[in-house]
């Protein structure tokens, strides 16, 4: 009982500052198919080396703690190396920036549910989670995504998402790792915003239920969501501000006031869009939000500097410099003090 709540004392100082001082998370934790699929974009080798040479790039950025509390590693590279033979975990907590690990196996066709999907990865978590933090991480996120369709999401493919998210988060949080929960509602489509706020919505309360019924202690957990946007092809693309208030509306109707941080992803909207729209956020409602809004960006972080490095070596500095700038940006939209 007493190692149960040190345990929780730990979670909740570690979620707190996660989301402290207008810092963020930085998501390097894309698997081998996804990072592949991005060096491709740019003609770079697809091997097991160049994506450690691009994450040894991203982890030596100088300054990057500035605005950066914590980066989420994928599994092959929580086990690789820098070039100084220091492990990636170590890396990172020597650069006072605190590790995490991408611990889903993907989101996989679901059986019966045409079209919709499931995210894999709960067998054997407890033992992999387990030695996720003897290397060093002190958080984890696992992703549920969501397509908005005619009749989708539905019912039955948000309530088992839901599920796996809250047994995951479970065992996280019993393993004395911050569960980063992350139900992603997808912008591809032509949807409408305020058919997104639906779906956004509708998918928190059951993630909320669900984490509830598997007694997942909220103060000690990160909520990741997406923002609410119409879809990239509606003909409506509505302004930053009516984006974030109706942000804001969704997260403050479905989020209990006991989560210490919520993190968007930005989901492949653009560095400088993604950027505005938390600042927005921030700008227009500080005074209103019991948690704190931040970011855990992939994309809207990487994507200039992966441009820039392009698999050249000659090119790691200013990529580097690239890198930090979309950070410290998003540093300024926490603080509600953005300017493109
Ligand atoms: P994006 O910000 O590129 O969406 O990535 C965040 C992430 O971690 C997705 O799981």
Redo the contacts with the bound molecule.
């Keep these: 009982m007493e190692c149960h709540k040190v345990n929780m004392q730990t979670l909740e100082a570690t979620a707190k500052m996660m989301v402290a001082d207008g810092k963020g998370l930085l ?1 390097i ?1 894309e698997s081998t198919e996804t990072c592949n699929k991005r060096f491709a974009k740019w003609g770079i080798p697809q091997t097991a080396e160049s994506h450690r040479l691009y994450r040894e790039l991203i982890v030596n950025t100088p300054g990057l703690s500035e605005s950066i509390s914590g980066a ?1 590693l994928y599994d092959e590279t929580i086990r690789q190396e820098m070039n100084d033979r220091i492990p990636f975990a170590e890396a990172l907590a020597a650069r006072g920036i605190i590790p995490g690990i ?1 611990v889903d196996l993907g989101a996989k066709e679901m059986a019966a549910f045409p079209g919709e999907k499931v995210t894999e990865g709960l067998d054997g978590l407890r033992a992999r989670l387990a030695e996720y933090a003897q290397m060093g991480a002190r958080f984890a ?1 696992w ?1 549920a995504v969501f397509a908005i369709g005619d009749r989708t999401p539905s019912h039955g493919c948000v309530e088992a998402n839901a599920h796996a998210l809250a047994r995951y988060a479970a065992l996280c949080q019993e393993a004395g790792l911050v569960p980063v929960v ?1 139900p ?1 509602v997808l912008m591809e489509g032509s949807h409408t915003l305020d058919m997104c706020s639906e779906v956004t919505e509708r998918v928190l309360r059951s993630v909320f239920r669900e984490l509830y019924a598997q007694r997942v202690k909220l103060e000690g957990m990160i909520l ?1 969501p997406n923002m609410v946007l119409p879809g990239v092809t509606c003909p409506v693309q509505e302004s930053v501000e009516e984006v974030a208030d109706a942000t804001v509306g969704c997260l403050l109707r479905s989020v209990p006031a006991a989560v210490p941080g919520v993190v968007f ?4 909207q653009s560095g400088e869009l993604a950027s505005a729209r938390l600042n927005a956020m921030n700008v227009r409602h500080k005074s209103r939000l019991p948690w704190e809004l931040s970011f ?5 972080i990487q994507e200039p500097a992966l441009e820039i490095w392009h698999g050249n070596q000659a090119n790691v500095i200013p990529a580097q410099k690239a890198l930090y700038h979309r950070a410290k940006c998003d540093r300024a939209a926490h603080r509600g003090e953005y300017s493109a």
């Design positions: 998501a934790d989420i991408k996120k992703r992350e992603e990741k992803l930005s989901g492949g855990s960006f992939g994309r809207a």
